[in-house]
């Protein structure tokens, strides 16, 4: 009993991890442009792919190839679409990000097809270790200390470095952080490569598990990100990882905990939770200072 | 006549003229050509329909496909023939096993669901402010994707819904047009619709000026909620099959293009992008079917449309952002009075 308890909540963290992840990478960009990017989907589907390319060459070279699949991207995209949108209205920024999105992914199923392909991707990690007395799966273990490792390190990044602390300011209040002498370029550019380095890590972790590359694949992690950055509250980082990690830790415990008939509508109790934690507090959880408008 | 130019009521009657134009243009066309345009006609229902919230309101909602869903699940299952059901749907509860409704009721009842289901959800969602909202309507596209893929009892699961009545033709798709304009309009020209059109351009003016945000949006999103689920109606009863995967993310980009590429801030916009956008797509899908010359086919590669499609929004975006209508309404010609120089 408490060893099956301790598995859902090992699940339970390792999948949270995962959605903290990608929340943090589109809540990191929700702090500079206040722009939601549905292409975040599209990062990691793109670094799936470097994977599939490599993973027979060699582990590393395939990690490595999906960190610059992924970031290569995320600055191709901010330079050619965002850029040039920079200070649009959100609701105009909303639509583009649609669009670059989906036009990606018409590209990549174009490209590659649309079927899924299976990926043996570190099966080192598919073996179970035993944790005082209780088996459990490698693969987990390593996910939940990859996603540590980059929440910790992202948060170091954001407070100790110079670039971070501009980039905080930019959050913060864009425009004064510009008069104050923070280049706008470099800072949203920066914040674009990290979620693409974000994006990566979560397809490593995401194809291990899953053994599988299809074009929609990043779509499902962003759906249920983008509502983890909601209730954790737009525009704070802090949020943003806490919303998703607790949106992954909910998807587990309602897996867990629903009987196995209404297991299938899990999604749909997950986002009735949300409407409820909204209803109560709409700004979310953490709620993000400096993103009221100023009039 | 003259008086009707320069009427506030000119560009009503402007677009009723210009689709039962198109939809006379297509009586006289090859019978494939008519099906696209009716096709194209069950599409500017839906446009104009999400233009009511998202062009009033300034809020992007990714939710109105759920309501075509809705509309057209809950029109499927009170018109199909009882012994269609008994096959395919063994389990339904008893009254919609049994009932068979006359299809502008079933239209009517799926309409109506979907305004009810805008109501309940609206209720939470419009206390969220711009951007939230509009993820939020994301989470209801999915929760409705979820639930109708999965409730297979009721809606068929991941199996088609077969054998339902197909009713609409060119002339039916013609008229809900017509009605769906009319509706937006009169919406758009209501006292509602314009407070709501002031809290667009200055959330916080309109606020301070006594504007009841919360009310008027709500009440816009069920109003548009409704016109949604007329046209997923519309589309299952011309196609004679629901599918689930129909109404996701694919109908919910091309549907949210045309209001984009039109513009979204006027009804003239709605009505253009759904017209041009149908145009442009039939055109592309011809490309995808290719062209031969001589025993060589040459065809693009299938998700070519879509690409061009997405490419063309993000082109309109960046250089055009208030569509091809740039927000204004469809006038009059004026002519020009004389200037002495």
């Known amino acids: 009993m408490i060893g099956r308890m301790l598995q859902v909540v090992v699940d339970a963290v390792s999948v949270g991890g995962l959605y903290a992840l990608t929340a943090l990478g589109i809540g990191l960009i929700f702090g500079v442009m206040r722009l939601i990017n549905f292409a975040h989907a599209q990062l990691i589907t793109i670094a799936g792919y470097a994977v599939l390319l490599l993973f027979t060459a060699s582990p590393v070279l395939a990690v490595l190839g999906a960190i610059i699949a992924a970031a290569l991207l995320a600055l191709v995209v901010e330079r050619t679409a965002f850029r040039p949108l920079r200070g649009a209205d959100p609701a105009m920024l909303l639509i583009a990000s649609f669009a670059v999105s989906f036009f990606i992914e018409k590209v990549m199923i174009m490209l590659v097809g649309s079927r899924p392909k299976g990926v043996d991707f570190l099966p080192a990690l598919a073996g179970q270790v035993e944790v005082v007395g209780i088996r459990l799966q490698l693969l987990q273990l390593v996910t939940i200390l990859v996603s540590l490792v980059l929440l910790v390190g992202t948060t170091w990044f954001l407070k100790s470095t110079r670039l971070g602390l501009e980039m905080r300011a930019a959050a913060e209040n864009f425009r004064m952080a510009e008069v104050l002498g923070v280049r706008a370029n470099r800072v949203i550019a920066t914040a674009f490569a990290l979620s693409g380095l974000l994006a990566a890590a979560v397809a490593c972790l995401f194809v291990a598990q899953t053994g599988l590359v299809q074009p929609r694949m990043g779509l499902q992690l962003v759906i249920i990100a983008f509502v983890g950055t909601v209730i954790g509250g737009l525009g704070s980082l802090p949020g943003a990882a806490f919303g998703g990690f607790l949106v992954g830790v909910a998807t587990i415990l309602l897996q867990a905990l629903l009987p196995p008939e209404l297991r299938v509508f899990r999604e749909a109790f997950l986002f009735l939770a949300v409407a409820v934690v909204l209803l109560v507090r709409p700004q979310g959880l953490i709620p993000a200072r400096g993103l009221k408008e100023r009039i | ?341």
């Open chain 2, 1 to 341: 006549m003259a008086s009707l130019t320069q009427s506030r009521w000119f560009p009503l009657v402007a677009l009723i003229v210009i689709v039962l134009a198109l939809a006379g243009l297509a009586e006289l066309a090859p019978a494939v050509m008519q099906r696209r345009i009716t096709q194209g006609l069950i599409n500017l229902v839906a446009v104009v329909g999400l233009y009511v919230f998202v062009g009033n309101s300034g809020v992007l909602s990714f939710g109105n496909v759920a309501f075509m869903a809705i509309g057209a699940y809950v029109s499927a299952l009170l018109t199909m023939p009882a012994t269609a059901k008994a096959v395919f749907l063994p389990d339904l509860p008893a009254f919609l096993a049994t009932a068979e409704w006359p299809a502008i009721a079933g239209a009517l009842a799926g309409g109506l669901a979907a305004a009810i289901v805008a109501l309940v959800t609206g209720f939470p969602l419009m206390r969220l402010s711009g951007i939230s909202a509009s993820i939020a309507t994301f989470a209801v596209l999915v929760v409705f994707h979820v639930v109708i893929g999965n409730w297979s009892s009721v809606t068929g699961g991941q199996n088609s819904l077969m054998g339902l009545p197909i009713y609409v033709g060119l002339w039916t798709a013609a008229g809900w047009a017509v009605i769906a304009i009319a509706v937006a309009f009169l919406h758009q020209e209501s006292r509602s619709g314009l407070l709501l059109r002031a809290s667009r351009e200055d959330e916080a003016a309109a606020a301070a000026s006594g504007v009841r945000l919360v009310a008027h949006r709500l009440f816009a999103f069920v109003v548009s909620a409704f016109l949604s689920g007329i046209s997923g109606v519309l589309l299952v009863h011309f196609l004679g099959t629901a599918r689930v995967e129909t109404f996701y993310l694919d109908l919910t980009f091309l549907i949210i293009a045309m209001l984009v590429i039109g513009g979204m801030h006027s009804l003239t916009g709605a009505v253009l992008g759904a017209i041009v956008i149908t145009l442009v797509a039939e055109l592309l899908r011809q490309a995808e079917v290719g062209v031969s010359i001589g025993t060589t086919t040459l065809a693009a590669p299938l998700g070519f449309g879509d690409a061009i499609l997405a490419l063309l929004m993000l082109i309109i975006i960046l250089f055009r952002p208030n569509g091809i209508a740039g927000g204004r309404e469809i006038a009059f010609p004026k002519t020009q009075p004389q200037t002495r120089t």
